[in-house]
């Protein structure tokens, strides 16, 4: 994402309008930007790998800071259960005492500790002295980190402070802030989506002062306002062999971790479809999550062969890393399938994920798929209900919340037959989670950038 978010947008257009020499240095390889047209330096760093050390002084940090702001807050209580461990492994052995420890020592003091502890162990490594010296190389004015929590990023960020070369991390995603960890270390600035991401950073990192915040929207939307990307209704069809006289539904996937319930729920579609229970015959498109495979439906691909699938076409960048998730990459290509997909189908359906704001931003009504609680066979994602970004979503009666079958079929119906009718309240979600308009997101983050060098 932030390779879609920063590379596939016009950021890097803009920077270089606003500074006199622009830098990528790049934790993917560098093959990765073969055929892309960038007009800039091109770096590849070697990454970081955590040894237990490390592990064990961020771990320290990340449950830290879980511990100090779970009460009151679901989304992270939810996290904070999620991460304990049970194993007998000696990560496993670790993680039961860092709970231990941190459920007395959690203030945002020993917070601080524990990430200065955390760089200690790094400090005198190759690959940070490495970064060290390729900055004093470069001679930056800023270093400017599109993702603020990858672990393999606290070394690069040791070396820019030691260096005194300022540093402005963006707020990833909308539910950064209010249900996950600690950042990987501190910044300088924060560049976020809007004010209530504003108030969240305040709030869940008391250190961090109002000036030091800019909100300038996010770039995640920015490509479905450039022309560069999409293509024609009839190339649309044609794409995903849709028939043009029949309303798509598109159902978007989580991955598995988060959204295991998705070929139910598909299934329970593509059976209504059959039944005839909705009022208007459909096309169904289904779009897998681009974070796995598409094996786990396959047998309903096999079962339902009028369901139409949409693959995105991401590639896996290096396969020997880490944080294996990090290198897997949009192609171009997919940016064009996306961009389609929302402007042209006629509902979204998905498990309250992301894509709820990207079809909204396309005037398109949403429905919101959470069968699963705990007293069902079901995996419970209507506890995502309670978390902080959830709630927004719920209040704002934006979207369609179906708990069964029943109340999916009837939402299913209303979206197609009055879509416009929570387009006021999803205006005001919109507003709510995304501050800026979406045209010249990029020139607005450059020219903040530019202003706090």
Not at 17 to 25: I, P, R
Not at 234 to 262: A, M, W
């Amino acid at each position: 994402m932030g390779f879609r978010n920063f590379i596939l947008s016009d950021f890097v257009i803009e920077a270089q309008k606003q500074f006199s020499c622009v830098v990528l240095l790049s934790c993917l390889p560098k093959e990765a930007y073969a055929d892309l047209d960038l007009h800039c330096d091109i770096i590849e760093l070697d990454v970081f790998e955590e040894t237990f050390t490390t592990w064990f002084f961020r771990k320290l940090k990340e449950v830290a800071h879980l511990q100090l702001h779970r009460k009151g807050n679901f989304g992270i209580t939810d996290n904070f259960i999620a991460n304990h461990s049970r194993v007998n492994t000696p990560r496993g052995i670790a993680t039961r005492f860092i709970y231990r420890f941190t459920s007395s020592f959690c203030s945002e003091k020993w917070i601080k500790k524990y990430n200065r502890w955390q760089q200690l162990t790094f400090v005198n490594h190759p690959i940070t002295k490495g970064y060290k010296n390729l900055l004093q190389h470069l001679e930056l004015d800023s270093l400017f980190f599109t993702h603020q929590r990858p672990p393999y990023i606290a070394p690069l960020l040791l070396a820019a402070e030691e260096l005194q070369v300022k540093t402005t991390t963006f707020i990833f995603s909308w539910d950064n802030l209010a249900s996950k960890g600690r950042m990987a270390a501190d910044f300088d600035r924060y560049l976020v989506w809007s004010d209530l991401m504003k108030q969240e950073l305040l709030t869940f990192y008391t250190s961090i002062k109002s000036e030091q915040v800019a909100v300038v929207g996010t770039p995640q939307f920015e490509p479905y306002v450039l022309p560069r990307y999409g293509y024609s209704l009839i190339e649309y069809h044609q794409r995903f062999e849709l028939d043009p006289t029949k309303p798509t539904l598109l159902f978007s996937c989580g991955d598995v971790s988060t959204s295991p319930n998705d070929p139910i729920y598909i299934e329970t579609i593509a059976n209504a479809m059959v039944n005839q229970d909705l009022e208007q015959t459909v096309n169904l498109l289904v779009r897998t999550s681009p974070a796995e495979s598409p094996k786990r439906f396959a047998f309903l691909a096999e079962k339902y062969p009028f369901i139409r699938w949409n693959y995105p076409q991401w590639v896996q960048a290096r396969s020997t890393h880490q944080e294996s998730w990090s290198q897997r990459i949009p192609t171009v290509a997919d940016v064009h399938d996306l961009k389609a997909v929302l402007q042209y189908s006629a509902v979204n359906i998905n498990m309250l994920s992301t894509m709820s704001l990207d079809f909204m931003l396309f005037d398109k009504p949403v429905v919101n798929t959470v069968f699963g609680n705990s007293s069902t066979n079901l995996a419970n994602d209507q506890r995502f209900l309670q978390y902080a970004h959830i709630e927004y979503v719920v209040d704002s009666g934006a979207t369609y919340i179906t708990k069964n079958k029943e109340q999916l079929i009837e939402a299913i119906n209303k979206a197609l037959t009055t879509p416009d009718a929570k387009l006021y309240q999803q205006k005001a979600l919109l507003n709510l989670q995304i501050g800026a308009e979406l045209k010249g997101t990029s020139k607005r983050i450059a020219s903040v950038l530019a202003q706090w060098k």
